[in-house]
Each structure stands twice: as C-alpha cells, then as structure tokens.
Nanobody
Framework: QVQLVESGGGLQQAGGSLRLSCAAS????????MRWYRQAPGKERELVAVITSGGLTNYADSVKGRCTISRDKNTVYLQMNSLKPEDTAVYYCNAEGYITSRFRNYWGQGTQVTVSS
C-alpha cells in the first residue's frame, strides 16, 4: 500500500555532503513516521533519523549535528554534512503507519553511501 524509492547515494570524500531522497507513494496519508536507517557490512541495521507526521525529528547520536531529516510533500530527505568514513552504509527509507487495521512497516530498496578517508 506504500511504496518507497530511495536515491541520492554515492561516493564522497570525508567532509563532503550528500542529500538522500525517499519518494513515497500509495497510502501516504496513513503514515505516522518516516525513518532513515543504515546498515554497514557486518553490522546491524541502525536508526539514523526519524520525522513524524507532525514534523518532530530525532537523530542518532552518531549523526546528530551533521544530518537533517525533512519532508516536502511525498518526499523525505536526509541531508548529510561533514561525512565520515563510518557513515559508509546502505541507507534505507522506512515508513510506519496503521493501514488496513494493522501496524505496518514499508522499506525501500536502499541507496549506497560510501565515504572515503
């Protein structure tokens, strides 16, 4: 019922910037939270940032002060500045909502971010 497509990843040197995009379609009015997760090779998937339908935001300590999550219509963005090699990961967009009488989570396919040292 919700489809998510990420884009904007790529290769950057340490200290550079990237803006990731997540385009949502479907039952977007039922979405309560939009999140960015990331997963590096050999590591567990971790929450990076979240934005609520009311515009409240929160960030992981590892990216606080360097990243900004925002929403514009049906697209959620993650602006990443002062990139570090440890930011290298596949970044996934996640949407959570109560749709057809169930709590549901939807995931995009991911976009690769690589930060060279």
């Amino acid at each position: 019922q919700v489809q998510l497509v990420e884009s904007g990843g790529g290769l950057q040197q340490a200290g550079g910037s990237l803006r990731l995009s997540c385009a949502a379609s479907g039952s977007i009015s039922s979405i309560n939270y939009m999140r960015w997760y990331r997963q590096a090779p050999g590591k567990e998937r971790e929450l990076v940032a979240v934005i609520t339908s009311g515009g409240l935001t929160n960030y992981a300590d590892s990216v606080k002060g360097r990243c900004t999550i925002s929403r514009d219509k049906n697209t959620v963005y993650l602006q990443m500045n002062s990139l570090k090699p440890e930011d290298t990961a596949v970044y996934y967009c996640n949407a959570e909502g109560y749709i057809t009488s169930r709590f549901r989570n939807y995931w995009g396919q991911g976009t690769q971010v690589t930060v060279s040292s």
